[in-house]
């Protein structure tokens, strides 16, 4: 077993990865699924807010997942009834002087883009308040799913802020630029209703008695990519992630490079037969 930060990550029994603390961390990475891992935020006394510490527990998770080649599906979900992630610890942050504040905020930033930049798909399942720094780590992720009940806004200008992990780009990015200067302008808090009918969200489900009704959607999604090929699964993130920041030319270009890349595979051969053969292929990520 490994050491990496404040926490270990073990595989288990059934592909089951869990998060070995090395003096109660805060973040755990698990899954019930082979290929799937969770990022379990649990910091209940702070609704999840993303203090000094926490944040270090996030990038150590990050580290740990990044060049796991187990890992075909990551989910992000909370521990704490009724709280994705309230966003910044306001608490922490007014000990901060002014530089203090613009260190961390810059951390926030990276945390944010090192969420982005997993190679593998990323879901946030929102089942409760996604709020400033939680709303902009939802938008670092894939794709988000949430309880029709949640509640998601950038509320920065309500404390006398604006947006600083991320939320001035992607947002704009996600629900286009009118509606995202709308909700940055007003600070707005949203439903997951509204979420999905504007595409902040890809669905909204009802909220179950347990309290995790967008945390089971994310599950289904995540067992819906998992038996694709892992590599073309990758090189088709990268290639939207990196075609929808240049032009059409560009991005064509970079779609030809990431479909090079994907032709030699063995998974690629495999698609061919199985096809021929007509049976369900079976991918290995190589």
């Known amino acids: 077993m490994m050491r990496l930060g404040r926490a270990a990550l073990r595989w288990g029994r059934g592909g089951i990865a869990t998060a070995v603390p090395r003096r109660g961390a805060e973040v755990q990475v698990g899954g019930d699924s082979g290929g799937i891992a969770e990022i379990l935020m649990n910091r209940p006394h702070a609704r999840n807010s993303l ?60 945390l944010m883009d090192e969420i982005a930049a997993l190679p593998v798909p990323t879901i946030a ?64 808090q949203i439903d997951g209703h509204e979420a999905a009918s504007m595409g902040l969200v890809n669905h909204a489900v009802p909220q179950n008695e347990e309290g995790d009704a967008a945390y089971q959607r994310a599950l289904t999604l995540a067992k819906e990519i998992l038996p694709q090929a892992p590599i073309a699964v990758k090189m088709g993130k990268l290639a939207i992630n990196r075609g929808i920041e240049v032009d059409i030319a560009s991005g064509m270009a970079i779609e030809g490079m990431c479909y090079a890349q994907n032709i030699p595979t063995r998974d690629r051969q495999e698609g061919m037969a199985a096809f021929r053969e007509k049976r369900p292929p079976q991918f290995i990520g190589k």
């Open 51 to 110: 203090g000094k510490v926490f944040v270090d527990e996030l990038f150590s998770a990050l580290e740990q997942l990044r060049f796991d080649e187990k890992v075909r599906v990551v989910v992000f979900k909370s521990k704490v009834k009724g709280v994705f992630c309230a966003g910044a610890d306001l608490k922490e942050r007014e000990k901060m002087d002014d530089a203090e504040v613009g260190h961390f905020v810059k951390r926030l930033r990276n």
């Open 125 to 188: 399942a929102i089942d409760g308040y996604a709020l400033g720094g939680g709303l902009e780590l939802a938008l670092a992720c894939d794709l988000r799913v949430a309880a029709s009940s949640a509640k998601m806004g950038l509320i920065e200008t309500t404390r006398g802020l604006l947006p600083g992990a991320g939320g001035t780009q992607r947002l704009p990015r996600c629900v286009g630029v009118g509606l995202a200067k709308e909700l940055i302008f007003t600070g707005r």
